[in-house]
């Protein structure tokens, strides 16, 4: 591994029913479902067939370690991503896990912070920007009580840069007409499409359920730049049966690396 954690630091788990190997802190944050979900969102090939072609070129914003590009790499194999990471302790691992696939050629991993002028020309080959871009930004207001692990606090809670910045530098970004995707808590829903207003169109809402009957705690949200079109409500999908077991619709994003139908 060429970062610098250590192994007694890391941690290596499975993605996709084992299909990504993931090297990630063993404190602080780590990836869960939502990247999983997030890479899901994004449209193209499903193992086994169904939908063809998908984006060529990719960003993550704040990429972490590398679990939705990586995700979205297993499902794609056309797709190349930029990764766009604050913190080099996680920008390095990124690196680790795209070697450690086989992806290296196609995931790059540049350390920068949104809360300053990122070039296109800096992240990007392609000056009319990205076909796509996909971003997990923090979950919670600047100001809210921080986790005690500086890395989790980091990815966690706005700090430098709002969740308006965050939408910002998606939409500086990807192409005319591409989209950018985002995963974020259901009670910040209005924060999020108050962000997009004005800035892009054809907003589709996808709530994650938890469970039947109960309200949801995550939402996909995918747009597309310089378009006019009203916002879609999906139907969503619910993640567990009523005794907590993953739902069928989940298991096919989850083991077997299916795309959704937004």
């Not at 996909?134 to 979950?139: A, D, E, V």
Request: proline share 6%; hydrophobic share 45%; charged share 20%.
């Amino acid at each position: 591994m060429t970062g610098p954690a250590t192994a007694a630091e890391v941690t290596e788990d499975r993605l996709l029913d084992g299909r990504v190997r993931l090297r990630q802190p063993a404190d602080g944050y780590r990836a869960a479902i939502d990247p999983v979900f997030l890479a899901a969102a994004v449209p193209g090939g499903n193992p086994g067939g169904g939908q063809a072609g998908g984006p060529s070129s990719v960003l993550d914003l704040g990429c972490g370690v590398g679990a939705a590009a990586l995700c979205l790499l297993a499902r794609l194999p056309a797709a190349q991503v930029t990764g766009l990471e604050l913190q080099p302790r996680l920008a390095a691992l990124a690196r680790d896990n795209a070697a450690l696939n086989g992806w290296a050629n196609r995931f790059e991993v540049v350390v920068g912070d949104i809360a300053h002028p990122v070039l296109l020309s800096d992240i990007s080959t392609d000056r009319n920007g990205f076909d796509e871009v996909i971003c997990n930004p923090p979950h919670h207001r600047a100001g809210m009580a921080a986790a005690p692990d500086p890395a989790k606090a980091t990815a966690n809670r706005e700090a430098r840069a709002s969740l308006n910045d965050w939408v910002a530098a998606a939409l500086a970004h990807v192409r005319q007409k591409g989209s950018v995707t985002f995963i974020h808590r259901a009670d910040r829903l209005d924060d999020l499409l108050a962000a997009l207003r004005g800035r892009a169109g054809g907003i589709i809402v996808f709530p994650l359920w938890p469970k039947p009957g109960e309200a949801a705690r995550r939402v996909l949200v995918r747009a597309r730049k310089g378009v006019r079109v009203p916002l879609t409500l999906a139907a969503g999908l619910v993640l567990h049966t009523a005794d907590g077991r993953f739902t069928t619709a989940a298991e096919r994003v989850l083991r077997e690396g299916h795309g959704l139908a937004l």
